[in-house]
């Protein structure tokens, strides 16, 4: 792997400035972080880094969603309509569950979307989570420390923190990987959420079918979930070919054979964003 340029460290520095300021002091952005300390964020932050790590770099770029490190974001089709839902929920502290194909860039907007907005909270979903992982993951977050407390005290502790702020809004991103637990466990929890903060799910459509047999086998909270969002899903429109053109062009590709033998690649793969990006690497290699 490359090693990190100046100009590169200094546009995560500026990234992670950004993101600090959505929180009320550096201890709780550090908090919301893995692996990383107050000292570090504040020796990133004054430009004094010969000591730390590319890695260490690497790694906050990741968690705060920079694209520093070379891959910029295009404003898609579904990138606009998934930004136009995320600040809806924020704005009238609603309830959105967002579904898009895999690959469409949910994760890469909404967690951009995060990182330009104050007090957004970006929070990843796996099957692999319990109730505890999950009220913990939400605490990190938000930069809350739960040493030391139980899951009902750190619930507590992150509405105390939501309250007090002016629009706070969580992204549970994957949320159609929440075991049938855990799934069961936010249903009631939310109701302490409700008109306190918005709410927007993203996922792709298997969560129509798993709602629909709840539903239909009437399992407990599927009715009222449903009901929170409105009884309908927000849709986002496919990625189209155009889409794919500006992204190459953003992202270093001008060739037009170039474009155009990206472009036939993404759409034997559906136009998956992921299969582009690689594909745009792979080309770039090769020039």
Known sequence: MSKLSNSEKTSIREALAGYVAKFPSQNKAASSLNGTSAGTISSILNGKWDNISDDMFRSIASQIGSTATGWQIVETGAFQEINFALGDAQEHKNVTWVVGEAGCGKTATSRTYAMEH?????ILCSEDMKKGDFVREIARCVGIKT???NIREIWGLILDNVVQMDAPLLIFDEADKLTEPVFHYF??????????????????????KRITRGLHFQKPGYKELFSRIGRKFFEVEPTTAHDVHAICRANGITDPVLIDKVVMEAAEYEFDLRRVKKTIHREKRNM
């Open 118 to 122: 104050r007090e957004v909270f970006y």
């Open 147 to 149: 040493d030391g407390h």
């Open 187 to 208: 249903i009631s929890l939310y109701n302490k959420l409700e008109d306190k903060a918005g709410v927007v799910f993203l996922s792709t459509d298997y969560i129509c």
